[in-house]
């Protein structure tokens, strides 16, 4: 099979297997990446998580991840929920959490894309990568077309906003690669920037982790400190704001996926139900979604700082 031949391949199948865009870059160090990386760094804005420390060259470099790398497989798989779910209750938790972890979900539709790719082109060295592994997500997706770095510094596309988790199969195949997103969009709006209710986006596509609610409600294990009191806006795991604002946004299309839809009505519980939530419900309900990531002890730690607004 040639190599446009095996490249439409893997675009046609990506979209069977419910990928929403695909784009294929050519597998460099991104030099232009390492001084925002470094300088980020520096500046403490990842907050306690030392591990975005960790395989500097790792994050810049897809050859070193996977020996004789040539392709970088970006793919785009939409969360946004639409109508499908009505969300009513008063503590919020971010759209991308509502059904089954995305991490199980899409690593088995790309672990079939690989498998496919592979009957089609024969033996290939990859791995497959989503929000899991020292991979820079949003770089690679510019570069593979698919659109541009936001203000808020998430992935937009001009077709159907920012709602998408980030994938790539990197591998050792020769394929025929697209041409870089060329421009930014975002023009002189600062809606992101505005609304965000801690100040975490410091100036345009750079986010200050530490103070995002994101960070606070999931990856900080400690107390969430007392001067996020009233900036939280009742947000108990993640936080979607910088993306509700956005005007790309009015062009995102709901979901397909069963995967993604809530398990039981907990989007309609209220204040004293979520109050009341018990570790045996917590499994139950939630042991196969993301908020698995924040663990029970954290999630009734947040429940609890955001219900102070409500005694």
């Given amino acids: 099979m040639t190599t446009e031949k095996i490249t439409l391949f893997i675009k046609q199948r990506a979209a069977e297997l419910g990928f929403s865009h695909c784009g294929i870059s050519k597998a460099r160090r991104l030099d232009e990446e390492a001084p925002h990386l470094e300088q980020w760094l520096g500046q403490q804005y990842h907050g306690r998580m030392a591990y975005m420390e960790n395989h500097f060259d790792k994050r810049l470099d897809p050859r070193l991840l996977v020996d004789g790398a040539k392709s970088v497989i970006s793919l785009l798989f939409n969360y946004f929920p639409g109508d499908n779910v009505a969300y009513s209750s008063p503590l919020k938790v971010s759209n991308y959490a509502y059904g089954i972890d995305y991490h199980t979900v899409i690593k088995n539709r790309l672990f079939q ?23 820079l ?68 596509r750079k986010v200050d982790a530490s103070r ?63 109050t009341e939530l018990e570790k045996p419900v917590f499994k139950y309900i939630f042991g196969k979604s993301a908020l698995t990531r924040a663990g029970f002890k954290k999630l009734k730690n947040n429940i609890n700082f955001a219900v102070q607004k409500y005694e």
């Avoid at 894309?113 to 991979?135: C, H, K, M, W």
């Avoid at 939280?232 to 704001?241: A, H, K, P, R």
Wanted: aromatic share 12%; charged share 15%; net charge negative.
């Fill in 137 to 204: 997500d949003r770089a690679w997706a510019v570069n593979a077309g698919l659109g541009w770095i936001g203000k808020n510094s998430l992935m937009i596309t001009r077709k159907q906003g920012s709602f998408f988790f980030i994938a790539e199969i990197i591998c050792d195949l020769q394929l025929t690669y697209d041409n870089p997103f060329g421009g930014n969009y975002c023009g002189d709006c600062t809606r992101c920037m505005d609304a965000c209710p801690t100040g975490a986006i410091v100036s345009p």
């Fill in 113 to 135: 894309l690989a498998a496919d790719i592979q009957a089609e082109a024969g033996g290939i060295n990859y791995r497959v990568f989503t929000d899991s592994a020292p991979v």
């Fill in 212 to 274: 995002c609610i994101s960070y606070l409600t999931i990856e900080l294990q400690d107390e969430i400190p007392a001067h996020f009191q009233n900036k939280m806006q009742s947000w108990i795991f993640g936080c979607d704001v910088c993306q509700l604002v956005c005007p790309w946004n009015r062009f995102s299309i709901a979901h397909g996926h069963a995967e993604f839809l809530p398990r039981a009505n907990w989007p309609q519980w209220s204040v004293k139900q979520w």
